[in-house]
């Protein structure tokens, strides 16, 4: 906001914002059952387990907030939000072993 408002002070016209919280942040511990779950699906399938602070939103938010302990995982995607944005087949396939380990680990 600060940035247009002072664009706009430039450029000698009005700006006007209206702020709405879309989803609501949430943040886990290495020690909650969902980072546990997705830390030992990884693992099972050759990945090692990064740990990141994401700024975006995603269903997860939305499934947190209702209260479904979900966390995301990060797919090989590049260039994302862009329209050159593209996934390799090898990354899709690899997270669907991940997917399907996932659903081991939790039903262990």
Do not use: W
């Not at 990945?47 to 939103?57: D, H, I, K, V, W």
């Not at 947190?64 to 979900?70: D, H, K, S, V």
């Amino acid at each position: 906001q600060d940035a247009l408002t002072f664009a706009a002070g430039v450029a000698d016209c009005e700006v006007v914002t209206n702020v709405k919280r879309s989803y609501r942040a949430y943040r886990f511990t290495r020690d909650d059952l969902a980072v546990l779950l997705a830390a030992a699906a990884l693992e099972r399938c050759s990945f090692e387990p990064r740990y990141r602070l994401s700024g975006g939103a995603a269903d997860s938010n939305v499934f947190n907030e209702r209260g479904l302990q979900c966390v995301n995982l990060a797919n090989g995607m590049a260039e994302i939000h862009t329209p050159d944005e593209h996934i390799a087949v090898a990354d899709i396939e690899g997270m669907v072993e991940v997917t399907l380990a996932l659903i081991d680990a939790a039903r262990a």
